[in-house]
Nanobody, 126 residues
């Protein structure tokens, strides 16, 4: 079965950096667009970043643009989220997700993602 396993979360001071990783198995990874989402306590999950199967198309939420970088390695079956200049408001559980079809219109639509990881906690202290 499909498994997405996030890692790399933790506690960091404001202004610091973290790199999240998501290891995929049970699917032909190179054919799947990937996304990162996050969820604040008591809030709905929100879009952070998405990358097409080839890496040729990338999108970010406005709140992270210029600070976060999504990338993928289709040989290692992994997607990454490099987070820099972290702020306390970035504190959340971060999830990676996979979808079947890429769209330059609906890349942020949570309902179009078919597979999800269990999440990794990121805490940014002030």
């Amino acid at each position: 079965q499909v498994q997405l396993v996030e890692s790399g979360g933790g506690l960091v001071q404001a202004g610091g950096s973290l790199r999240l990783s998501c290891a995929a198995s049970g699917l032909t990874f190179s054919r799947h667009p990937m996304g990162w989402f996050r969820q604040f306590p008591g809030k709905a999950r929100e879009f952070v970043a998405a990358i097409s199967w080839s890496g040729g198309s990338i999108y970010y939420a406005d709140s992270v643009k210029g600070r976060f970088t999504i990338s993928r390695d289709n040989v290692k079956n992994a997607v990454y989220l490099q987070m820099s200049s972290l702020k306390p408001e970035d504190t959340a559980i971060y999830y990676c997700a996979a979808k079947r079809v890429w769209s330059d219109v609906s890349y942020s639509n949570i309902y179009e993602y078919d597979y999800w990881g269990q999440g990794t906690q990121v805490t940014v202290s002030s």
